[in-house]
């Protein structure tokens, strides 16, 4: 491990020595890979000074022991040591954490795409009740939560809403949530009290950037229409919603939650370059092949991975079996514990694979 760490080391250097040469800006798609380099290289730096510090004192404390004849000193040492190695081991377990390979699409921020499915009008109102969810995760988090374009359902909820999400490591926490969440409720429109099954898909694309998506403008069609509300009432008179095309792969989005068309453009080409930028992912992980089709990795926007059971207050994720009785406590967005261990179980996986040697 302490090979590894000394490579690190001496490749965080380098970045840091080429982030700051003269002609450093004169490709900006190189300078901004080698600045998130230098950041995700640099949470690795911070705790191997830590843990080259702490094995300095250790060895220090050992000396004492085996050269000082003071019996004073000796204790001291003996009771640093105690305190010393507990920390060493926790510090090496932190460190085997980070010297796995990320996926290196766990620093962006993502678009968040909820839609109703099977269920009716039922599906719409959960719909709404995971972004809700969601929304309380963001908070907790820190993160900020940006409206997109949304569709009302006819009783509540929306056949489908779309937001950004940004933050910290927000793709690393949120990607977890793509498929389809079931809930099983009596629906408020439900006079014999019989509970119902109904299903929304979530979908977690990574932002794309520019450096990511090369986008020829020419290949997208734009066309304005009125923003509209509930039921289909116009929002304002101006032509300000937006929906692009793009030609070659057919991909269309549209934003209509801002008055500026300006600004309705920018957060459309966004979500656009987000879906083609998955399409071409997808694409990649297919070609490696098995390797990265991980346990909990699939992303399989048909896979069900998660039930809300409200009269049993159970919420179950059936990728790893996890079942929880606290179901207000998960819709108010403490989701925390299920993303924590599908991504104990995606480490452990990513070991078996043999992914965790550096390349």
């Not at 910290?168 to 498929?179: A, F, R």
């Not at 923003?227 to 304002?236: A, E, R, Y």
């Not at 692009?244 to 459309?268: M, R, Y």
Request: proline fraction near 3%.
């Amino acid at each position: 491990m302490l090979d590894k760490l000394e490579a690190i080391h001496n490749r965080f250097v380098e970045v840091g020595q080429l982030l700051v040469e003269p002609d450093a800006m004169a490709d900006m798609k190189r300078f901004s890979k080698l600045s998130k380099e230098y950041k995700d290289l640099e949470k690795i730096e911070t705790q191997y000074q830590a843990y080259d510090s702490l094995l300095s004192n250790i060895e220090s404390a050992r000396e004492v022991l085996e050269t000082e004849k003071d019996q004073d000193f000796r204790e001291m040492a003996k009771a640093e040591l105690e305190e010393l190695n507990p920390k060493r081991e926790e510090l090496e377990l932190i460190i085997r954490d980070l010297l796995i390979p990320k996926d290196p699409n766990d620093s962006k921020n993502v678009v968040l795409e909820i839609r109703a499915g099977a269920g009716g009008d039922e599906a719409s109102i959960f719909a709404g009740d995971l972004y809700r969810m969601y929304q309380r995760f963001a908070e907790k988090k820190g993160w900020k939560m940006e409206l997109l374009d949304y569709t009302d359902g006819t009783s509540g909820g929306f056949k489908e809403i779309v937001c950004s999400v940004s933050g910290e490591d927000v793709y690393g926490k949120m990607k977890w949530e793509s498929g389809v969440h079931r809930v099983q409720r009596v629906p408020a429109t439900e006079t014999a009290g019989r509970i119902h099954t109904s299903a929304s898909s979530v979908v977690v694309l990574p932002e794309a950037e520019e450096v990511d998506v090369d986008l020829n403008m020419n290949d997208i069609r734009k066309d304005t229409f009125c923003s509209s509300g509930p039921g289909g009432q116009s929002v304002n008179t101006t032509y300000s919603a937006i929906r692009l095309t793009h030609i070659p792969t057919g991909v269309v989005v549209q934003c209509q939650d801002e008055k500026s068309q300006i600004k309705n453009f920018e957060k459309a080409l966004k979500v656009l370059r987000s879906r083609i930028y998955e399409k071409e992912l997808e694409k990649h992980n297919n070609e490696i092949g098995a390797q990265r089709r991980l346990m909990v990795g699939s992303g399989d926007r048909s896979e069900k991975i998660r039930t809300y059971n409200y009269p049993q207050s159970r919420v179950t994720d059936h990728r790893i079996g996890m079942t929880v009785y606290n179901l207000n406590a998960v819709m108010d967005g403490d989701i925390e514990d299920f993303i924590e261990q599908l991504r104990i179980v995606d480490n452990s996986e990513r070991l078996k694979e043999g992914v965790s040697e550096m390349a």
